[in-house]
């Protein structure tokens, strides 16, 4: 079985963001960036399939500039066979990328999609789903569970008040929840050998693929900043500014 | 000339600081309060290969240059000094068993070395040899197809608690030429192991001496020829060196770290302590001497790296600058935090203690000065600088 496991690029989940002086989006000079954690677990999820040989290729693909080449690395460190980068500076957003990675499932022929839920940089949680109605593939989104038999995978969903399992056919798509797996650490070897794994290099144009923004992010401004809280006296003072000062009780 | 570090060493990079970060920061202050040696996690380094990074690959090892090692070590060392710090011996003696080993004696000890899940001891200092280590007093008399080995070896570090030693002792005659190298089973008979040493700092890895009385092994335990033995240490320390000078290289950083978030943070006369210039330019020297000391050590480990033949002074440069510049920073940081600095609830105080024995150990750095100062009268010497 062939798994196509997409990753995004993001801003390391351990860096305060902050936004450009002129509101058009986060600053990204000098940050450092990471595979999306999600992502991760969705690569991890993916070799462990081929540990224990459910799959037999594992292919790591980003869509967006040069730089991702970076994750892709990490990504082939970690276990991945092969990795696509489709090149772009175009400012992708779900949709394009779906249609994207329908144009490279479409050649690949992979029989399990697995990616994050979604990335913590723009929160979509979108990619997914909308590659599984592009293909018409069953899908299967925040998995803590998988399991692959007689050409079906069972998938344990994290749905509010429990956990649900689906049986999907395959060839699926199924979205990575944070509990599905605990990713490893790359090994030294493996980074030496990640470098003479195959890596191709598509852009949408090959692809015949418009992934144009259809959205205008009009501005994008820091959240605005925590007042400096007050020490009160006694817990009466409190349940009195709580009653009639923030009225949360009553 | 490029001071950029490659892609490979940036995913080298990445990688320790995760490691460091995930396994190291969390335990080190307990594993320090409790003196608690984490060899469970010690595995798990070994199982990424940080136990034997520039060990050769045909043994098992990384195959790494020293350059390679010291990005990957100073990241550690930000987690976790002391585990680090026997890291960088564990790799230094498996070294000198990969580099100058019998066939059979790699075949047998370097795989479970290499991943870490035996761990070696590096056994040179005597109770009367410190300083000056070619006077040692263990003595390995060859008797038929054994050496019987008589003596103690002091500051050990590890001892008792891991699986194999790579000791010096002597075979022939007063001075360096009569010394060779050894490996001896730990558990070997006639063996034994003294106290667990209290230290300054250092807590988590035991130090102990180890006496050896009519110790037999086999002759194809020695690591080397005859008489190799202080040249073997030499060369192992000189690397050893630019370890240690990395550990030092990393708590520094890991103290101006935390001194320049609490100099964000800490408020006092109404104002961010950051805002006084006197701390200003405290962190200003900080940090400028902990990148010129952190280049000096990439220097010197780059110079080994191209078998330059003056590397020995450059790693006793690179020691001799990192340990002391490394500790002024962490002891500056801990002056930032004031009294705070000063409680163990901060890792201030363990960087401080941890930092100090740098500058003891692996060569004092009095005896790097003279290494350096020895070397510079020589004619010509002043040349080799430029």
């Known amino acids: ?250 | 000339m490029d001071f950029n570090l490659s892609e490979d060493q940036q995913a080298f990079q990445n990688i320790a600081k995760e490691f460091a970060k995930k396994e190291l920061a969390p335990n080190a202050a307990e594993w320090d309060a409790k003196s608690e040696f984490p060899v469970e996690v010690i595995k798990k380094a070994g199982d990424l290969g940080f136990c034997s990074l520039y060990v050769a690959e045909e043994d098992g090892g990384m195959g790494l240059g020293r350059l390679d090692a010291s990005i990957i070590i100073e990241q550690l060392s930000t987690g976790c000094t002391s585990t680090t710090a026997f890291l960088t011996i564990h790799n230094m003696a498996l070294w000198m068993i990969s580099e100058f080993g019998s066939d059979d004696l790699k075949k047998q000890w370097c795989p479970s070395l290499c991943s870490g899940k035996k761990l070696v001891s590096y056994c040179l200092t005597e109770p009367g040899a410190g300083s000056d280590a070619a006077s040692l007093r263990t003595t390995a008399k060859k008797n038929g197809d054994n050496y019987v080995l008589n003596g103690s070896k002091s500051f050990i570090s590890g001892a008792g608690e891991t699986d194999c030693l790579v000791l010096m002792a002597r075979t022939g005659k007063e001075g360096p030429g009569g010394i060779s190298c050894f490996l001896l089973p730990a558990d070997i008979k006639g063996i034994e192991y003294g106290k667990k040493e209290e230290k300054m700092g250092w807590r988590n890895q035991p130090t102990r001496t180890v006496s050896l009385s009519d110790v037999e092994i086999p002759v194809s335990y020695l690591i080397g020829e005859e008489g190799q033995g202080f040249k073997i240490a030499m060369q192992g320390l000189d690397g050893g060196r630019i370890n240690i000078a990395t550990c030092s290289i990393g708590t520094a950083q890991a103290a101006i770290d935390a001194a320049q978030k609490y100099m964000n943070e800490r408020e006092q006369f109404g104002k961010k302590i950051g805002e006084f210039q006197a701390l200003q330019f405290k962190l200003a020297d900080m940090t400028t001497e902990l990148v010129a000391a952190r280049h000096l050590v990439r220097l010197a480990a780059t110079k080994i790296d191209s078998k330059h033949p003056e590397a020995t002074v450059y790693s006793a440069m690179a020691k001799r600058f990192a340990t002391d510049i490394g500790f002024n920073v962490c002891n500056e940081a801990l002056q930032i935090f004031g009294g705070y600095g000063y409680l163990q609830e901060f890792p201030l105080e363990r960087y401080v203690r941890d930092v100090r024995v740098h500058q003891i150990l692996e060569g004092t750095n009095e005896i790097m000065r003279m290494i350096i100062g020895r070397r510079m009268l020589m004619e010509g010497a002043t040349e080799i600088i430029q």
């Open chain 1, 1 to 250: 079985m062939k798994v196509l496991v997409p990753i995004k690029r993001v801003i390391d989940f351990n860096v305060k963001v902050r936004a450009k002086s002129d509101e058009t989006g986060p600053d990204l000079t000098n940050v450092k960036m990471a595979i999306n954690p999600f992502c991760e677990i969705a690569v991890e999820e993916a070799i462990r399939l081929k540990e224990a040989g459910t799959a037999q290729e594992v292919i790591a693909i980003s869509i967006g500039t040069n730089a991702c080449k970076e994750q892709l690395r990490t990504a082939l460190a970690l276990g991945a066979d092969r990795a696509i980068l489709v090149e772009t500076e175009i400012e992708v957003e779900p949709l394009g990328v779906a249609k994207l990675l329908k144009a490279v499932v479409e050649r690949e022929q992979p029989e399990l999609i697995i990616l994050g839920k979604q990335a913590i940089d723009d929160d979509s949680n979108q990619t997914g789903q909308m590659l599984a109605s592009l293909l018409s593939y069953p899908q299967g989104t925040f998995a803590s569970k998988i399991k692959i038999e007689k050409g079906k995978i069972n998938v344990t969903r994290e749905v509010d008040g429990g956990l649900q399992t689906v049986s999907l056919d395959l060839p699926a798509v199924v979205t990575t929840d944070l509990r599905l797996n605990e990713p490893r650490y790359a090994s030294l070897p493996n980074i030496m050998k990640a470098k003479k794994k195959p890596f191709d290099t598509l852009t949408p144009e090959e692809l015949n693929v418009d992934a144009s923004p259809r959205i205008e992010i009009l501005k994008v401004s820091p959240p605005p900043e925590r007042p400096t809280g007050i020490i009160v006296n006694s817990v009466d003072e409190l349940i009195e500014k709580l009653k009639n000062e923030a009225k949360v009780i009553s």
